[in-house]
Protein backbone atom coordinates (compact mmCIF):
# COMPACT_ATOMS: atom_id res chain seq x y z
CA UNK A 1 0.00 0.00 0.00
CA UNK A 2 1.52 3.29 -1.06
CA UNK A 3 1.72 5.97 1.53
CA UNK A 4 1.33 9.31 0.36
CA UNK A 5 1.99 12.87 2.54
CA UNK A 6 1.73 16.38 1.45
CA UNK A 7 5.06 18.03 -0.47
CA UNK A 8 7.33 19.92 2.75
CA UNK A 9 9.96 22.04 1.71
CA UNK A 10 12.75 19.79 3.03
CA UNK A 11 11.83 16.84 0.20
CA UNK A 12 13.18 19.08 -2.20
CA UNK A 13 16.18 17.17 -2.43
CA UNK A 14 14.76 14.02 -2.23
CA UNK A 15 11.76 14.88 -5.44
CA UNK A 16 14.60 16.16 -7.19
CA UNK A 17 16.43 13.04 -7.17
CA UNK A 18 14.05 11.28 -8.96
CA UNK A 19 13.14 14.02 -11.47
CA UNK A 20 16.44 14.46 -12.60
CA UNK A 21 16.55 11.56 -14.56
CA UNK A 22 14.12 12.62 -16.81
CA UNK A 23 14.16 14.53 -20.13
CA UNK A 24 10.29 15.00 -20.79
CA UNK A 25 10.60 18.78 -20.41
CA UNK A 26 6.97 18.43 -18.61
CA UNK A 27 6.57 21.67 -16.23
CA UNK A 28 4.43 19.44 -13.82
CA UNK A 29 7.48 17.52 -12.69
CA UNK A 30 9.03 20.13 -10.83
CA UNK A 31 9.53 20.37 -7.29
CA UNK A 32 8.96 23.96 -7.06
CA UNK A 33 5.49 23.63 -8.99
CA UNK A 34 4.41 20.49 -6.74
CA UNK A 35 5.44 22.06 -3.30
CA UNK A 36 4.17 26.18 -4.77
CA UNK A 37 0.79 24.81 -5.67
CA UNK A 38 0.45 22.09 -3.72
CA UNK A 39 -1.84 23.63 -1.39
CA UNK A 40 -4.60 24.30 -4.07
CA UNK A 41 -4.44 21.06 -5.78
CA UNK A 42 -3.63 19.21 -2.09
CA UNK A 43 -0.52 17.35 -4.24
CA UNK A 44 0.89 14.55 -2.43
CA UNK A 45 3.58 11.81 -3.20
CA UNK A 46 5.21 8.59 -2.30
CA UNK A 47 7.95 6.54 -2.24
CA UNK A 48 8.06 2.83 -3.35
CA UNK A 49 10.29 0.59 -4.96
CA UNK A 50 12.54 3.29 -6.30
CA UNK A 51 9.10 4.92 -7.72
CA UNK A 52 7.69 8.17 -7.39
CA UNK A 53 4.06 8.51 -7.08
CA UNK A 54 2.10 11.86 -7.27
CA UNK A 55 -1.17 12.38 -6.50
CA UNK A 56 -3.36 15.31 -6.68
CA UNK A 57 -6.82 16.69 -6.74
CA UNK A 58 -7.98 18.17 -10.38
CA UNK A 59 -10.45 21.21 -10.56
CA UNK A 60 -13.31 18.86 -10.40
CA UNK A 61 -11.94 17.81 -7.28
CA UNK A 62 -11.17 14.58 -8.67
CA UNK A 63 -8.10 12.12 -7.56
CA UNK A 64 -5.86 11.87 -10.23
CA UNK A 65 -2.15 10.66 -10.66
CA UNK A 66 0.72 11.74 -12.88
CA UNK A 67 3.12 9.06 -14.39
CA UNK A 68 4.94 7.29 -11.83
CA UNK A 69 8.68 8.66 -12.23
CA UNK A 70 11.80 6.06 -11.89
CA UNK A 71 13.87 3.17 -13.33
CA UNK A 72 12.13 0.05 -14.18
CA UNK A 73 8.95 -1.69 -14.94
CA UNK A 74 6.07 1.13 -15.85
CA UNK A 75 3.54 -1.26 -15.75
CA UNK A 76 4.36 -2.17 -12.14
CA UNK A 77 3.78 1.44 -11.10
CA UNK A 78 0.86 2.09 -12.69
CA UNK A 79 -0.33 -1.25 -11.02
CA UNK A 80 0.46 0.61 -7.91
CA UNK A 81 -1.71 3.66 -8.51
CA UNK A 82 -4.60 1.81 -9.54
CA UNK A 83 -4.38 0.18 -6.62
CA UNK A 84 -4.05 3.08 -4.57
CA UNK A 85 -7.19 4.70 -6.09
CA UNK A 86 -9.37 1.95 -5.25
CA UNK A 87 -10.20 3.67 -2.30
CA UNK A 88 -12.32 6.54 -4.07
CA UNK A 89 -15.28 6.76 -5.81
CA UNK A 90 -14.07 9.08 -8.25
CA UNK A 91 -12.48 7.51 -12.27
CA UNK A 92 -9.22 6.88 -12.27
CA UNK A 93 -6.98 8.92 -14.28
CA UNK A 94 -3.66 9.79 -15.35
CA UNK A 95 -3.25 13.35 -16.35
CA UNK A 96 -0.20 15.24 -18.19
CA UNK A 97 0.68 12.73 -20.11
CA UNK A 98 2.45 13.15 -23.05
CA UNK A 99 2.91 11.52 -26.46
CA UNK A 100 6.56 10.32 -25.16
CA UNK A 101 4.88 9.22 -21.99
CA UNK A 102 1.68 7.35 -24.20
CA UNK A 103 4.70 5.22 -25.91
CA UNK A 104 5.74 4.18 -22.96
CA UNK A 105 2.42 3.47 -21.51
CA UNK A 106 1.70 1.57 -24.60
CA UNK A 107 4.72 -0.43 -24.73
CA UNK A 108 3.98 -1.79 -21.00
CA UNK A 109 0.34 -1.88 -20.89
CA UNK A 110 -1.23 -2.05 -24.79
CA UNK A 111 -4.52 -1.16 -25.33
CA UNK A 112 -5.57 -1.02 -21.61
CA UNK A 113 -5.50 3.27 -21.45
CA UNK A 114 -7.76 5.79 -24.08
CA UNK A 115 -6.30 9.34 -24.13
CA UNK A 116 -7.90 12.38 -24.47
CA UNK A 117 -6.13 15.67 -25.35
CA UNK A 118 -6.17 18.38 -22.04
CA UNK A 119 -5.47 21.68 -24.41
CA UNK A 120 -5.80 23.89 -21.06
CA UNK A 121 -2.77 21.94 -18.94
CA UNK A 122 -0.32 21.62 -22.03
CA UNK A 123 2.80 23.24 -21.83
CA UNK A 124 4.27 25.96 -24.69
CA UNK A 125 7.80 25.59 -25.20
CA UNK A 126 9.96 28.06 -27.20
CA UNK A 127 13.62 28.38 -28.44
CA UNK A 128 15.66 30.98 -26.16
CA UNK A 129 17.15 32.42 -29.34
CA UNK A 130 13.45 33.11 -30.70
CA UNK A 131 12.59 35.09 -27.56
CA UNK A 132 15.28 37.05 -26.98
CA UNK A 133 15.51 38.01 -30.90
CA UNK A 134 11.78 38.07 -31.96
CA UNK A 135 12.97 37.66 -35.52
CA UNK A 136 10.38 37.48 -38.44
CA UNK A 137 7.26 39.33 -39.08
CA UNK A 138 5.41 37.31 -36.96
CA UNK A 139 6.94 39.12 -33.98
CA UNK A 140 7.39 42.47 -35.43
CA UNK A 141 4.55 43.63 -32.91
CA UNK A 142 6.95 42.00 -30.29
CA UNK A 143 9.78 43.67 -31.20
CA UNK A 144 7.60 47.22 -31.53
CA UNK A 145 6.65 46.85 -27.88
CA UNK A 146 10.22 46.53 -26.72
CA UNK A 147 11.59 49.70 -28.70
CA UNK A 148 8.16 51.44 -27.39
CA UNK A 149 9.29 50.63 -24.07
CA UNK A 150 12.87 52.02 -24.15
CA UNK A 151 11.90 54.88 -25.86
CA UNK A 152 9.51 56.01 -23.12
CA UNK A 153 11.20 54.86 -20.02
CA UNK A 154 14.54 55.00 -18.65
CA UNK A 155 14.79 51.01 -17.53
CA UNK A 156 17.56 48.95 -16.16
CA UNK A 157 17.38 45.31 -15.82
CA UNK A 158 18.67 43.75 -12.51
CA UNK A 159 19.28 40.14 -11.61
CA UNK A 160 17.39 38.09 -8.35
CA UNK A 161 19.95 35.58 -8.35
CA UNK A 162 22.37 35.82 -5.97
CA UNK A 163 20.38 39.35 -4.77
CA UNK A 164 18.01 38.53 -1.66
CA UNK A 165 17.59 42.52 -1.28
CA UNK A 166 15.63 42.71 -4.74
CA UNK A 167 13.92 39.39 -4.36
CA UNK A 168 12.81 41.18 -0.83
CA UNK A 169 11.70 44.31 -2.97
CA UNK A 170 10.12 42.17 -5.48
CA UNK A 171 7.66 40.89 -2.37
CA UNK A 172 6.27 44.56 -1.97
CA UNK A 173 6.02 45.00 -5.71
CA UNK A 174 3.80 41.63 -6.01
CA UNK A 175 1.61 43.24 -3.11
CA UNK A 176 1.19 46.03 -4.96
CA UNK A 177 0.01 44.26 -8.14
CA UNK A 178 -2.06 42.40 -6.37
CA UNK A 179 -4.27 44.98 -4.98
CA UNK A 180 -4.68 46.55 -8.54
CA UNK A 181 -4.98 43.11 -10.18
CA UNK A 182 -7.26 40.96 -7.02
CA UNK A 183 -10.67 39.75 -8.32
CA UNK A 184 -13.23 37.89 -6.23
CA UNK A 185 -14.92 36.50 -8.75
CA UNK A 186 -11.15 34.58 -9.59
CA UNK A 187 -10.03 32.79 -6.67
CA UNK A 188 -7.16 31.04 -8.75
CA UNK A 189 -5.36 34.92 -8.52
CA UNK A 190 -5.14 34.29 -4.13
CA UNK A 191 -3.35 30.73 -5.32
CA UNK A 192 -1.00 32.65 -7.64
CA UNK A 193 0.03 35.10 -5.23
CA UNK A 194 0.52 32.05 -2.28
CA UNK A 195 2.72 30.43 -5.07
CA UNK A 196 4.74 33.23 -5.78
CA UNK A 197 4.99 34.39 -2.41
CA UNK A 198 6.66 30.47 -1.48
CA UNK A 199 8.96 31.25 -4.61
CA UNK A 200 10.05 34.32 -3.58
CA UNK A 201 10.40 33.81 0.53
CA UNK A 202 12.79 30.35 -0.52
CA UNK A 203 14.52 31.95 -3.57
CA UNK A 204 17.63 30.67 -2.94
CA UNK A 205 17.18 27.20 -1.23
CA UNK A 206 14.74 26.53 -4.26
CA UNK A 207 17.59 27.24 -6.74
CA UNK A 208 15.46 30.05 -8.65
CA UNK A 209 16.38 32.46 -11.26
CA UNK A 210 15.04 35.64 -11.90
CA UNK A 211 15.11 39.13 -12.71
CA UNK A 212 13.50 42.38 -12.78
CA UNK A 213 12.98 45.75 -14.65
CA UNK A 214 13.13 48.76 -13.23
CA UNK A 215 11.83 52.10 -14.44
CA UNK A 216 13.03 55.15 -12.71
CA UNK A 217 14.24 52.93 -10.07
CA UNK A 218 10.84 51.56 -9.59
CA UNK A 219 10.53 48.00 -9.83
CA UNK A 220 8.01 47.54 -13.11
CA UNK A 221 8.37 43.95 -13.76
CA UNK A 222 9.97 40.70 -12.12
CA UNK A 223 10.24 37.02 -13.54
CA UNK A 224 10.99 33.56 -11.72
CA UNK A 225 12.47 30.37 -13.55
CA UNK A 226 14.59 27.15 -12.78
CA UNK A 227 16.34 24.91 -14.92
CA UNK A 228 13.74 22.03 -15.82
CA UNK A 229 16.09 19.73 -18.03
CA UNK A 230 19.24 19.70 -19.41
CA UNK A 231 18.24 21.82 -21.95
CA UNK A 232 15.37 23.64 -20.28
CA UNK A 233 14.41 26.20 -18.59
CA UNK A 234 10.83 26.72 -16.89
CA UNK A 235 9.67 30.19 -16.72
CA UNK A 236 6.99 29.96 -13.02
CA UNK A 237 6.08 33.57 -12.71
CA UNK A 238 5.89 36.79 -14.59
CA UNK A 239 4.42 40.29 -13.19
CA UNK A 240 4.38 43.25 -14.43
CA UNK A 241 2.53 46.78 -14.07
CA UNK A 242 0.49 47.08 -17.70
CA UNK A 243 0.04 50.55 -16.72
CA UNK A 244 3.59 50.68 -18.42
CA UNK A 245 3.53 50.13 -22.05
CA UNK A 246 5.41 46.67 -22.89
CA UNK A 247 6.58 45.76 -19.41
CA UNK A 248 5.39 42.53 -19.85
CA UNK A 249 7.25 41.83 -23.58
CA UNK A 250 10.76 43.39 -21.85
CA UNK A 251 10.57 41.31 -19.47
CA UNK A 252 10.34 38.30 -21.13
CA UNK A 253 13.07 39.12 -23.63
CA UNK A 254 15.75 40.02 -20.61
CA UNK A 255 14.79 37.20 -18.16
CA UNK A 256 15.79 35.00 -21.29
CA UNK A 257 18.51 37.02 -22.31
CA UNK A 258 20.29 37.29 -18.89
CA UNK A 259 19.14 34.11 -17.31
CA UNK A 260 18.86 31.68 -20.04
CA UNK A 261 20.52 32.28 -22.97
CA UNK A 262 22.71 28.97 -22.93
CA UNK A 263 19.64 26.39 -23.01
CA UNK A 264 18.03 25.54 -25.69
CA UNK A 265 14.52 25.52 -24.40
CA UNK A 266 12.12 28.18 -22.31
CA UNK A 267 9.27 26.27 -21.12
CA UNK A 268 6.62 28.85 -20.30
CA UNK A 269 4.09 26.47 -19.13
CA UNK A 270 0.23 26.13 -19.81
CA UNK A 271 -2.52 28.52 -20.49
CA UNK A 272 -5.29 27.00 -17.51
CA UNK A 273 -7.83 27.23 -20.26
CA UNK A 274 -7.78 31.32 -20.06
CA UNK A 275 -8.31 32.76 -23.51
CA UNK A 276 -6.22 36.25 -22.84
CA UNK A 277 -3.41 33.45 -21.97
CA UNK A 278 -3.73 31.38 -24.34
CA UNK A 279 -4.08 34.26 -27.11
CA UNK A 280 -0.80 35.64 -25.34
CA UNK A 281 1.19 32.20 -25.48
CA UNK A 282 -0.04 31.75 -29.06
CA UNK A 283 1.26 35.37 -30.01
CA UNK A 284 5.00 34.54 -29.51
CA UNK A 285 4.95 31.40 -31.70
CA UNK A 286 5.55 28.72 -29.94
CA UNK A 287 8.16 26.12 -31.36
CA UNK A 288 6.59 23.43 -29.18
CA UNK A 289 3.46 22.69 -27.95
CA UNK A 290 3.81 19.85 -25.57
CA UNK A 291 0.54 18.34 -25.66
CA UNK A 292 -0.73 16.38 -22.57
CA UNK A 293 -3.62 13.65 -22.28
CA UNK A 294 -5.85 12.15 -19.93
CA UNK A 295 -5.10 8.86 -19.87
CA UNK A 296 -8.41 6.51 -18.49
CA UNK A 297 -9.86 3.17 -18.81
CA UNK A 298 -11.28 2.57 -21.80
CA UNK A 299 -14.81 1.39 -21.85
Given at each position: ???????????????????????????????????????????????????????????????????????????????????????????????????????????????????????????????????????????????????????????????????????????????KWMEINSDEKDPSLAYDDFATKIMLEN?????????????????????????????????????????????????????????????????????????????????????????????????
Open positions: MLEFRSFELEDKDLINSYLKNQNYRVSDLCFVNLYAWGKKFNTQFAVCDDWLFIRFKDNYGRNSYLKPIGEGDIKKGIELIIEDHKQFDTVFQIRGVTKEMIAEIEEAMPGVFEYKLNMSVSDYIYTSEKLINLKGKKLQSKRNHINRFKRENSWKYKTLTGNPQLVKECKSMLDFEYLGLKGGLICVDNEIAAFSIGEVLTEDTVVVHVEKAFTSIHGAYTIMNQQFVLNEAAEYKYINREEDMGVENLRKAKLSYQPDILLEKYNARFKE
